[in-house]
């Protein structure tokens, strides 16, 4: 008794131990949000200061640009106030963004060529079809004598690409700015450039919750009455933090749901099942998520003409597709942004539906050696500098991954060598394998309740486990408070790790080996090789490059296949910011629609 008694004595000595460090680190952890407050307050005293300055700024260029236009008055030209106001932001001098005047010359040297491409569909020839708009100065008055350009004539039968909306036609109104939209399979994001400008701008996501990232998650919420509440970043942290669990339950929440369009018929009242089991219409899901984004947008583009209020009808709106996705899946794309009021049906011209991979090469083909990582492209300042250069570009996404062969013609236009191909392998491949290697770790039966019953926490763990992508070599991640203990309830947490060399528990969290986490992207670095090579067999091509683009080339293990795979017979490049080549190449597209000469 006198042990026991002992024994007890020390178990409440260490109890209290406990306690106490458990208090310090309280007390430490409530110093650290008050700093932390203090900084954010800070911080927003700053970027107050900055708005104040930037609205200074502005205000003092509108009055030069008042100045001017009282001088264009007395010479009878009286330009656009729009056009005035977008002359007024401030663009910095940069070597990776393309000069007005390379953009126009590009425009007329694809536009005047004829070409016939035979696509395996139909679509009806209208009168705007077969014409192409005016590109004008923003220096310049608009001269309504001035005689349109050569056009391209494309027969009913035959079309110069797989959506119809890629093609150019007569625009009712001149958008003074080219918005470029890349909706991804697990980041969605925008970048814009007004007309005349030198400069690509797109926002920073996230930054209130700590993030600083160019591109927010592909996540949408809606509340229990299916109205819209949330997207991105807020939409995760409002579910998963701010939400209780049986408040949870009752929202609608969307993740990833843009792979629903690969290899299926969607209609306008297919429906879609959230997290919580309840279905929506598919429609509202991506119509809501494309609002969003578009009201953003201009938002966005508002803080950067002196508060001057920008339309729908404003714009050029460029949406990026997969490029092995369906006509259909395209059409339903089309039908959800004019459902977003992005163009509306009388102006549905101004709406573009870019293949991913073309968006990418478009900017890829005009960056300068800095532009890679690999800073080196051996023969020129850029690709498009050497007219015959073949290169291939290896689309790496969420979702999918796409490849297209191009070859730069003269002017800087591209022409496309091989059909587009690619397969649904894309990063979240490697998710859905952790995700296996969990359930196999802790059982079917704990890691399914786990999933059922605490969707916030998963969604959280799939997160973190999204960053450690990023990362060559071993990783932790952060095991789930309720996935523990569901698991505790069986046997000791240690258990379920024996015997396994490749994954390891070590104080709440899981240990992959570099092993494990490569052999988890094995099945999408598998997918790409036998693209690459499928290419490469042919003998009537000459490739000199391959561009990795996409958030998921990022990964150090499929940037570092690709180059040791194939890096001895052709450079392997990769530009800095890959994640962005789509985007950013989307509003390229859009200020010179006819960069691609041909398609097969």
Same mark, same amino acid.
């Given at each position: 008794?006198?042990?026991?008694?002992?024994?007890?004595?020390?178990?409440?000595?260490?109890?209290?131990?406990?306690?106490?460090?458990?208090?310090?680190?309280?007390?430490?952890?409530?110093?650290?949000?008050?700093?932390?407050?203090?900084?954010?307050?800070?911080?927003?005293?700053?970027?107050?200061?900055?708005?104040? !300055?930037?609205?200074?700024?502005?205000?003092?260029?509108?009055?030069?640009?008042?100045?001017?236009?009282?001088?264009?008055?007395?010479?009878?030209?009286?330009?656009?106030?729009?056009?005035?106001?977008?002359?007024?932001?401030?663009?910095?001098?940069?070597?990776?963004?393309?000069?007005?005047?390379?953009?126009?010359?590009?425009?007329?040297?694809?536009?005047?060529?004829?070409?016939?491409?035979?696509?395996?569909?139909?679509?009806?020839?209208?009168?705007?079809?077969?014409?192409?708009?005016?590109?004008?100065?923003?220096?310049?008055?608009?001269?309504?004598?001035?005689?349109?350009?050569?056009?391209?004539?494309?027969?009913?039968?035959?079309?110069?690409?797989?959506?119809?909306?890629?093609?150019?036609?007569?625009?009712?109104?001149?958008? !003074?700015?080219?918005?470029?939209?890349?909706?991804?399979?697990?980041?969605?994001?925008?970048?814009?450039?007004?007309?005349?400008?030198?400069?690509?701008?797109?926002?920073?996501?996230?930054?209130?919750?700590?993030?600083?990232?160019?591109?927010?998650?592909?996540?949408?919420?809606?509340?229990?009455?299916?109205?819209?509440?949330?997207?991105?970043?807020?939409?995760?942290?409002?579910?998963?933090?701010?939400?209780?669990?049986?408040?949870?339950?009752?929202?609608?929440?969307?993740?990833?749901?843009?792979?629903?369009?690969?290899?299926?018929?969607?209609?306008?009242?297919?429906?879609?099942?959230?997290?919580?089991?309840?279905?929506?219409?598919?429609?509202?899901?991506?119509?809501?998520?494309?609002?969003?984004?578009?009201?953003?947008?201009?938002?966005?583009?508002?803080?950067?003409?002196?508060?001057?209020?920008?339309?729908?009808?404003?714009?050029?709106?460029?949406?990026?597709?997969?490029?092995?996705?369906?006509?259909?899946?395209?059409?339903?794309?089309?039908?959800?942004?004019?459902?977003?009021?992005?163009?509306?049906?009388?102006?549905?011209?101004?709406?573009?539906?870019?293949?991913?991979?073309?968006?990418?090469?478009?900017?890829?083909?005009?960056?300068?050696?800095?532009?890679?990582?690999?800073?080196?492209?051996?023969?020129?300042?850029?690709?498009?500098?050497?007219?015959?250069?073949?290169?291939?570009?290896?689309?790496?996404?969420?979702?999918?991954?796409?490849?297209?062969?191009?070859?730069?013609?003269?002017?800087?236009?591209?022409?496309?060598?091989?059909?587009?191909?690619?397969?649904?392998?894309?990063?979240?491949?490697?998710?859905?394998?952790?995700?296996?290697?969990?359930?196999?770790?802790?059982?079917?039966?704990?890691?399914?309740?786990?999933?059922?019953?605490?969707?916030?926490?998963?969604?959280?763990?799939?997160?973190?486990?999204?960053?450690?992508?990023?990362?060559?070599?071993?990783? !932790?991640?952060?095991?789930?408070?309720?996935?523990?203990?569901?698991?505790?309830?069986?046997?000791?947490?240690?258990?379920?790790?024996?015997?396994?060399?490749?994954?390891?528990?070590?104080?709440?969290?899981?240990?992959?080996?570099?092993?494990?986490?490569?052999?988890?992207?094995?099945?999408?670095?598998?997918?790409?090789?036998?693209?690459?090579?499928?290419?490469?067999?042919?003998?009537?091509?000459?490739?000199?490059?391959?561009?990795?683009?996409?958030?998921?080339?990022?990964?150090?293990?499929?940037?570092?296949?690709?180059?040791?795979?194939?890096?001895?017979?052709?450079?392997?490049?990769?530009?800095?910011?890959?994640?962005?080549?789509?985007?950013?190449?989307?509003?390229?597209?859009?200020?010179?629609?006819?960069?691609?000469?041909?398609?097969?």
């Amino acid at each position: 008794m006198a042990q026991q008694d002992l024994y007890l004595t020390d178990l409440r000595e260490e109890n209290e131990q406990c306690k106490n460090e458990i208090m310090d680190l309280r007390k430490e952890n409530g110093n650290l949000k008050s700093k932390n407050r203090a900084l954010r307050l800070e911080n927003e005293k700053c970027n107050k200061e900055l708005e104040d !300055l930037r609205q200074e700024n502005g205000n003092l260029k509108l009055e030069i640009s008042k100045l001017r236009s009282g001088l264009q008055d007395s010479q009878n030209i009286m330009p656009r106030p729009k056009e005035r106001m977008s002359k007024a932001v401030d663009h910095k001098e940069s070597n990776e963004e393309p000069r007005e005047s390379e953009l126009k010359a590009v425009n007329e040297k694809c536009a005047s060529k004829k070409h016939w491409v035979k696509l395996p569909f139909q679509l009806n020839s209208t009168e705007h079809d077969t014409q192409q708009p005016q590109e004008t100065n923003a220096d310049e008055p608009n001269d309504s004598s001035k005689q349109p350009e050569e056009v391209i004539r494309v027969p009913q039968k035959q079309c110069t690409s797989t959506a119809k909306a890629l093609r150019p036609r007569i625009q009712n109104k001149e958008s !003074l700015v080219s918005i470029g939209i890349d909706f991804g399979t697990a980041f969605t994001g925008y970048s814009f450039s007004f007309k005349g400008a030198k400069q690509i701008r797109q926002p920073k996501w996230g930054e209130e919750y700590g993030m600083n990232t160019p591109k927010t998650p592909t996540c949408i919420l809606f509340d229990e009455n299916k109205n819209f509440l949330k997207f991105g970043y807020d939409a995760i942290m409002t579910y998963t933090r701010q939400t209780r669990k049986s408040e949870a339950k009752k929202l609608y929440l969307f993740d990833d749901f843009k792979m629903e369009l690969y290899g299926k018929v969607l209609h306008r009242d297919s429906m879609m099942t959230a997290k919580n089991g309840k279905r929506i219409k598919a429609m509202k899901v991506f119509s809501e998520s494309l609002k969003f984004m578009k009201d953003h947008a201009l938002d966005m583009i508002g803080k950067h003409t002196s508060g001057v209020k920008y339309s729908a009808s404003d714009a050029t709106w460029v949406l990026t597709v997969p490029a092995i996705w369906s006509s259909a899946a395209k059409k339903f794309m089309t039908e959800a942004a004019t459902e977003a009021g992005l163009v509306t049906e009388s102006e549905s011209e101004k709406l573009i539906v870019a293949l991913e991979p073309e968006a990418a090469s478009v900017w890829c083909k005009q960056l300068p050696k800095e532009g890679f990582m690999e800073g080196d492209l051996t023969e020129a300042e850029t690709i498009e500098q050497i007219s015959g250069t073949q290169y291939i570009v290896v689309d790496c996404g969420g979702g999918t991954i796409d490849v297209t062969v191009h070859e730069v013609a003269e002017g800087g236009c591209l022409k496309e060598l091989d059909r587009v191909s690619g397969n649904n392998l894309g990063g979240q491949t490697v998710d859905k394998n952790f995700k296996s290697l969990l359930r196999e770790i802790f059982s079917k039966k704990v890691f399914d309740e786990f999933e059922e019953n605490h969707p916030s926490e998963l969604k959280r763990l799939m997160y973190d486990f999204s960053i450690c992508k990023r990362y060559d070599g071993e990783v !932790l991640v952060q095991c789930p408070y309720n996935l523990q203990e569901l698991a505790r309830k069986v046997k000791d947490i240690e258990d379920y790790f024996e015997g396994n060399s490749d994954v390891d528990w070590e104080s709440g969290q899981i240990l992959l080996s570099g092993t494990k986490l490569r052999a988890l992207h094995d099945g999408s670095i598998r997918g790409i090789e036998n693209l690459i090579e499928e290419i490469l067999e042919k003998s009537d091509l000459s490739i000199r490059y391959i561009l990795l683009v996409g958030g998921f080339a990022l990964s150090p293990y499929v940037n570092g296949f690709v180059k040791e795979k194939f890096g001895s017979k052709f450079k392997v490049l990769c530009p800095v910011d890959a994640e962005l080549a789509v985007v950013k190449g989307a509003v390229m597209f859009g200020m010179m629609p006819n960069v691609v000469e041909s398609r097969i």
